[in-house]
């Protein structure tokens, strides 16, 4: 992903991680290059990573940029979500 993920642009990530899931593919999501992230990106992320949890799935976040560090660290998810 690149650029920003929040409420504008969070509905489409969600349709494509739903499609995904429904093909039953594992998800890496590389978010290095997403310079902005609020709380609606933060939430698609968490329900991506619950519903992957719940379903058997697999679902990861790699190479977090600082401005998602910064977000997952606010929130208290580093453990859950980013790769570390």
Avoid: C, K, Q, Y
Wanted: glycine share 10%; proline share 2%; hydrophobic share 45%.
């Amino acid at each position: 992903m690149h650029g920003e993920l929040d409420i504008a642009t969070a509905p489409e990530l969600v349709h494509l991680l739903t499609r995904l899931r429904h093909h039953g593919h594992a998800v890496t999501v590389d978010l290095a290059e997403v310079t902005f992230m609020d709380s609606t990106g933060l939430t698609t992320l968490m329900d991506a990573h619950r519903e992957a949890e719940l379903g058997g799935g697999t679902f990861a976040v790699r190479r977090a940029s600082p401005a998602v560090r910064r977000v997952f660290e606010l929130a208290g998810v580093n453990g859950v979500l980013d790769d570390g």
